[in-house]
Structures are given as C-alpha cells and as structure tokens.
C-alpha cells in the first residue's frame, strides 16, 4: 500500500526491538535500508535479513552520541547509495528505574546523550543532505512516556517529552525545505528496553492497568505507523505526534 521504492533510508537502533521491526517493515515497502548500532552482530543481523527480502542493505557501527560516527555514518550511506531520503532515529535507552532522588548523574547524561543528542546529532547532519536532494522525511521515535508521566523514568520521560518537543521545532523549521518531521510514540512494547519495568508481576499489573486494550504491543505494531509516516500518503503531515499505545495516551 506505501511503496517506498527508490528511496534510502537510514535507521539508529536498528539491531534490535522497534528499530530492527522498523528497519524490516521499510525494506518491505522497497525501501534500500542503512541499519546502524553500536553491537555490530545485531545490525548485521538485520542488514542480512533486509538482503533476503530483496533490498540492499548497508550495516554500521555507529555511536549516535559521538559527531564523528554520525559524520561517518551520513558520508558511508551517501558513497554506497548516493542519497538519503528517510532518517529514523530510534536509538534509545534507560538505564535507571528508580526515583529520581536516586537516580545517578551518569545514568541521567547517558540516557539524554543518547535519546536526545543522538537524534539531534543525527537530524542536524541530515538535513543538509535532505536540503540538496529538494526534500526528505525524519521520524523521531518518542514514547507516549514523553506526554505522560511515568513512575521511576524521570529522565527517561524527560528525554522523550524533548524528543517531541524537537520533533515539532524542526518541523516548522524544515518545512519549507520540503523536508517533513513527525514524532512516533510507541506506549509499552514487549522489547529489552521494558524487560525490567514488565519482569516483576507487580510492575506488568501496574503497566497493564494503564493500557484500555489491557495488553503491550509487539514490535511488529510500531513499524506500520513508520512506514506511512515514510510515505508519500503522509505527504501533508508534519509535526504530528503519532500514538501507537493501546489506548494509554487516551487516558
């Protein structure tokens, strides 16, 4: 339904989890995929897999919070494939579930150098490229933790909310460039990333409670919501801020 053919698309975090179902729903739609992380067999493993569904596929070692790996990262997909046409940035972490009295600064720095400077880092050099090429699509992969409050993620809900709040400043920024930006939020989804809030019975009764549809969502959920917000259907949004929860954000 959303062809994607002819266009590049580049994905962080795609090793595994959301990126990885991502990376393989934009492959299917056509699109040649750039897959990059910092584990080099888990992108790779995505990179093979995108291979036997026909579409070339470029896999990196990429550290999102560092300049140089994302500069590396941009020249790479432009020399293998000449342009780039979708950036998601998904890449992200949380480290800490505690109160925020306890939380430690490391864990603080980590989770905003990475959820939030790395998907800066990220847009920033992509837009020149996307400026040049006459236009591209950034999808900034949030949570509906960045609209509600979520008890023991202090920082991680911070560096979602900012994630939004970049999201809808570029868009009016970029849209004269033809370039759109949109926020997808995904509610709770059975990934590593939710592991330790959904292990303990209490924590899974406590997230269940939050959720109309009364289950998490897959993976495989998320990634179809990516795929038209990467298409040329979604030509007329921008700044949007798409919930993809089970009905948490309704509450």
């Not at 992200?92 to 880092?121: C, H, Q, W």
């Amino acid at each position: 339904m959303f062809d994607l053919h002819g266009k590049v698309a580049a994905v962080s975090g795609a090793g595994r989890g959301i990126g990885k179902a991502i990376a393989l729903a934009l492959a299917r739609a056509g699109a040649d995929l750039v897959v990059f992380s910092r584990t080099e067999e888990q992108f790779e493993r995505t990179a093979e897999e995108i291979r036997t569904l026909g579409r070339r596929a470029l896999g990196l070692r990429v550290d999102v919070s560092r300049r140089e790996d994302v500069d590396s990262m941009v020249r790479s997909t432009l020399e293998t494939f000449g342009r780039l046409d979708i950036l998601v940035n998904n890449a992200g972490l949380n480290p800490s579930y505690t109160r925020m009295e306890r939380v430690r600064e490391e864990d603080y720095d980590l989770i905003m150098s990475v959820n939030v400077k790395g998907a800066f880092l990220c847009s920033q050099r992509t837009i020149t490229v996307m400026k040049e090429q006459g236009g591209g699509c950034i999808i900034n992969v949030a949570s509906v933790a960045g609209l509600k409050g979520l008890y023991k993620c202090s920082a991680y809900t911070a560096s979602k909310g900012a994630l939004v709040q970049l999201t809808r400043t570029m868009a009016l920024e970029l849209a004269p460039f033809n370039i759109r930006v949109n926020a997808l939020c995904p509610g709770f989804v059975r990934t590593e990333l939710t592991d330790g809030l959904l292990s303990s019975e209490r924590g899974r009764e406590r997230v269940l409670s939050l959720i109309p549809m009364g289950r998490t969502g897959d993976p495989e959920e998320i990634a179809p919501a990516a795929v038209f917000l990467a298409s040329d259907e979604a030509s007329y949004v921008t700044g949007a801020v798409l919930c993809v929860d089970g009905g948490w954000s309704a509450w």
